[in-house]
Each structure stands twice: as C-alpha cells, then as structure tokens.
C-alpha cells in the first residue's frame, strides 16, 4: 500500500491505495460460513455399563486382633500369648484359606522395638494380609 502525497495543486491524481472493503466483506462471510458448518459439540461420554444381576456379595473376610500392650505383653483376640504361641497362631493363619486379616493395635508407650517384632514374626510367617489400628492416638494434639 502506498500513501497519497498531493502537491496540493489540485491536479487529480490517481489514487494508490487499495481497496480494503471488499477483502473484508469476503473474510467475514467465510468467517461465518465456518462457523455455520462446524460440528455440534457432543459432550457425552459412551460407558458400556454392565448388565443383569450383580454378582453375591463377598464373604467378609476373618479378622484378628493382635495387641502390644505398653510393657510389650501380647494378646491374640483378647487371649494373652506368649512369642512363641504368637508366632504359632501365625503359621496356622498363614495356613487358611482365606487367610484372615490381623490388625496389630499397639499401646501409645510400647517401645518400637516390640511392635517391630510382631510385624517381623508376621511377616516370616506367611501373613500377607496386615495393618495397624489405632493410628489416630499417635497424632498431635
């Protein structure tokens, strides 16, 4: 594009700018003639959901409560164990099938080392299935 520079003398000069009208004309129909054609925004998600009747609820599964006392006594289900007979009930847990669920649930002043040892002797054991309760009594007030 160029500039018109009159002298002024009033001579009818020919103008040299470009005609910006009719590009704009042209852009603004295919501007909406893109918008027109474009497709609806589906915003559904397809989910192949199942059918018929759900399958039985599972069996709950055995639970065993082992506790450490804070002198480090330890009791199976109530009953106060020795580490022998602890390590005993293990390998016969180890054994079923399902295996149950045991729930170690230590005192707030029982040394670490005896909550370390219950979890070593589950562990070599076979107990696969274990956690600890009672967490809550461990956070700061």
Same mark, same amino acid.
């Given at each position: 594009m160029?500039m018109? !520079?009159?002298?002024g003398s009033g001579?009818a000069?020919? +103008?040299m @700018? +470009?005609n +910006?009208t009719?590009?704009?004309?042209? !852009?603004?129909v295919?501007?909406?003639?893109?918008?027109?054609?474009?497709?609806?925004?589906n915003?559904?998600? &397809?989910l192949n959901?199942?059918t #018929? &009747?759900p399958?039985?609820?599972?069996?709950p599964?055995?639970v065993v409560?082992?506790?450490?006392? /804070?002198? #480090?006594? +330890?009791?199976?289900? #109530?009953?106060? =164990?020795? *580490?022998?007979?602890? @390590? @005993? *009930?293990? %390998?016969?847990?180890?054994?079923t &099938?399902p295996?149950? @669920? =045991?729930?170690?649930?230590p005192?707030?002043? %029982?040394?670490?080392?005896n909550v370390?040892? %219950?979890?070593?002797a589950?562990?070599? *054991?076979g107990?696969?299935? !274990? #956690?600890?309760?009672? &967490?809550?009594? /461990? !956070?700061p007030?």
């Amino acid at each position: 594009m160029s500039m018109n !520079m009159s002298s002024g003398s009033g001579d009818a000069e020919p +103008m040299m @700018e +470009m005609n +910006m009208t009719p590009m704009i004309d042209v !852009m603004l129909v295919l501007i909406i003639m893109f918008i027109t054609t474009l497709p609806i925004a589906n915003n559904a998600v &397809n989910l192949n959901m199942p059918t #018929g &009747n759900p399958p039985p609820n599972p069996v709950p599964p055995v639970v065993v409560k082992v506790d450490v006392d /804070f002198d #480090g006594t +330890m009791s199976w289900n #109530g009953e106060v =164990v020795n *580490r022998t007979q602890l @390590e @005993e *009930r293990f %390998v016969a847990a180890a054994a079923t &099938n399902p295996q149950p @669920e =045991v729930q170690l649930q230590p005192n707030k002043l %029982v040394p670490y080392k005896n909550v370390a040892a %219950v979890l070593a002797a589950a562990q070599s *054991r076979g107990i696969t299935k !274990m #956690g600890i309760i009672g &967490n809550e009594q /461990f !956070m700061p007030k």
